[in-house]
């Protein structure tokens, strides 16, 4: 049986990020409609709300259950209001790593809620999940997302070249496929200075002195 992340809420100052409902399909299919999502994700278009309940209801949970990572809501602490999702994807339990992806809702972009969540979930990695890297992959045009990944400390490791399929908009009012380059980001425990025990060869754990 594969390892599974617990199924669990994580709050900052001004954000709480939980798993997925179907309160959410609605702002989740409005959100996924936007034009830079479309721009920058793999998400198909137009996003129904028949696509949205099938993320909330099935893909997410199976996500989680089948130990591949997990899908969270974020979600403003005062209002309940749907910020966002960040998912973490592409686990490796063995290598103790995963792959971070955020979409922050149009209205709510500029207020730095894509770092606050995506740091929110990179110390439970590393914290609570005891894992030891995390990575975050860009288009090369993508420079909010870049900025995103430079403010919370990851490090560029290179270029993906050709890796990633972007659209842009067609002169009939539907979407090409562009290709374009990811850039690679990672980010490890020490770069957030995230408390951790070393476990040696034999298994034993023992305390990271600085």
Avoid at 1 to 8: A, E, G, L, R, V
Avoid at 32 to 45: F, H, R, S
Avoid at 73 to 90: C, M, S, W, Y
Wanted: charged share 25%; proline share 5%.
């Amino acid at each position: 049986m594969n390892p599974t992340f617990p199924d669990i809420s994580i709050s900052t100052d001004r954000l709480v990020l939980r798993p997925l409902d179907e309160d959410d399909i609605p702002a989740l299919a409005e959100m996924m409609n936007d034009e830079l999502v479309a721009a920058w994700t793999a998400v198909p278009q137009p996003y129904t709300e028949d696509r949205a309940r099938t993320w909330v209801t099935r893909h997410a949970p199976d996500e989680r259950t089948g130990g591949r990572g997990i899908d969270l809501a974020v979600t403003e602490f005062l209002t309940q209001r749907l910020v966002g999702i960040v998912q973490l994807g592409n686990t490796n339990w063995r290598v103790r790593s995963s792959e971070i992806s955020y979409v922050i809702a149009p209205w709510a972009r500029g207020e730095g809620y894509a770092c606050e969540a995506a740091l929110a979930v990179a110390r439970w990695l590393f914290g609570d999940q005891k894992f030891e890297r995390l990575e975050l992959r860009t288009a090369a045009g993508n420079t909010a997302s870049q900025q995103v990944a430079q403010k919370i400390g990851c490090i560029s490791e290179g270029v993906l070249r050709n890796a990633f399929l972007a659209r842009s908009r067609t002169e009939d009012g539907g979407w090409a496929d562009i290709r374009t380059d990811l850039i690679l980001w990672s980010l490890l425990p020490e770069d957030l200075d995230v408390p951790r025990r070393r476990v040696d060869a034999n298994g034993f754990a023992y305390p990271e002195w600085n």
